[in-house]
């Protein structure tokens, strides 16, 4: 039954992620330079679904990679998809921190009172959408990884 509930949850991360960066990606279109706090509220809505599709996916993923509940946990390190996957998961972390650092000031700011200083916005709607991308190509690694492919000879 574990088995089930750390792969069911570690899809659902899937749609909530990809959900919550694709729609933190469109509320960074909206927003305009010298916009105040209040326009901020979806970003930082679908920013913290985001989050909270990371850690359930670090959760998850940890959990069936080392209690072995899908495979052995050695399978893992000597498949090529599992480490291009991982290595892709390093992309969307570096990307990352751009706009966990400006959030997370916007966030302050706002609860503060004060007007944020929008003018990345752009930047970081693009950041967005790219991992995104990047999240789709991760999902094709995976269902390559869990059906024995990439496995080092």
Do not use: C
Not at 28 to 37: E, F, K, N, S, T
Not at 136 to 144: C, G
Request: aromatic share 10%; charged share 15%.
């Amino acid at each position: 039954m574990l088995r089930i509930i750390l792969a069911a949850s570690h899809l659902l991360a899937l749609a909530i992620g990809l959900g919550g960066v694709w729609a933190r990606a469109r509320a960074l279109g909206r927003v305009r330079p010298g916009a105040g706090a209040e326009a901020l509220g979806p970003v930082f809505a679908a920013d913290a679904f985001w989050g909270i599709a990371a850690l359930l996916w670090l959760g998850t993923g940890l959990a069936r990679w080392l209690m072995g509940t899908e495979k052995d946990s050695g399978y893992y390190p000597s498949n090529h998809f599992f480490l291009a996957k991982m290595g892709l998961f390093v992309v969307i972390l570096l990307l990352e921190l751009r706009p966990m650092i400006t959030l997370a000031r916007w966030r302050r700011q706002a609860a503060a009172g004060k007007a944020p200083d929008t003018a990345a916005a752009g930047a970081l709607g693009t950041i967005s959408y790219l991992e995104a991308a990047i999240v789709i190509v991760m999902v094709f690694f995976a269902s390559l990884m869990a059906r024995g492919y990439g496995v080092a000879a």
